[in-house]
């Protein structure tokens, strides 16, 4: 069965595009092009001599075509070219039939299946064509052989030099390549795409008065949207600093609640044993600077006076040796020397703080 990349030769063979057949065999390099296609069995190169495309042929040659594959009938590629020759003469002889007998000069006995051989057909054609012709002076004979060497190399020199400029990126033959159809389509919506753009701008240009009107209104509209975003930004960032001060406000009023609750001299005789849970803690799940910021809320920084007054109730209130004598008979066994740490680091904290203002 032909494969897809099969068929794509196939296809370059028949159209005679010849430059994206040597780009994409020269992509495609462990191609075979030994393949029968239709119903007569034919291989690219029996088809090239059909077509006498002698570019195409020299190019498959090339490629690793095979002389010898025969179709239904058994013929090959050089008995497609002989029966080419007896029709045309000797232009398709020197154009198809030497290449192949220089590939492959046993192909000239190979029988098709009704036993003629190309040798057969050349021998007709000789036999067909007028004395004179035949009879030529050997001095024309060399000079005619040299000629058409030196026309084949500078041929295959040609084709050489050509491929330098046939990159892929110009000729594009993967397998998404563009077709007929494709490109027909591609170009029909390029086009209707230009027509409308040239549309969009004739009817942009008739209306351009009225849209210079709407556009002072739409500048005055935009300048109102603006100022009310900018409006309603700034209420809701007034609302979330409300939000943030009640909130700070109802922990600093919870924690004043419960120290008086814990550390009153009634609190202290009659209640059960402590864990680290009851603990009157600013910030029960923050950091030491996060209870700070608790025990000072709503006292001014700026005020010195009013602020180290606040900061001298807070280290009474936490000193380590003080705390220790209101609570640490009640204090849970298994949470103790959790909350003696924590009540140190966070007195060692006011100190820290107490000692920056002095400096």
Known sequence: MVSHRQARVWRYVEEGSLLKLKSYLRKHKDLDVNFSQGKRQRSPLQLACSLEDDAVLRLLLKHGADVLHRDRRGDTALHAAANRALKDGK????????????KCPEALNAPNRAGVTPQDL????????PEERVRRPPEADSEKEWLDKLFGECEDEFFETFGAYDADDYLPVDEEEEDFGDWADRIRREYFSKKHVEAQRLARSSFKGKKEKGGQ???ESDKELLERLQREHEEYLARAARKEEETRRGKKQQYDERCAATFSAAAASGSPKLNYGDIPWP???GTVKEMLDVMLHGVDRKDEAAFRKALRKQQALWHPDKFAQRCEARLEEKDKQ??????????????????????
């Open 91 to 102: 232009t398709v002889y020197d154009d198809f039939v030497v290449p192949l007998k220089k």
């Open 122 to 129: 050349l021998n007709w054609m000789k036999d067909s064509q």
């Open 217 to 219: 209104k739409k500048e």
């Open 283 to 285: 910030a029960p799940r």
């Open 338 to 359: 959790r909350i003696l740490d924590t009540v140190t680091a966070l007195s060692q904290e006011l100190n820290s703080l107490a000692h920056s203002l002095k400096t």
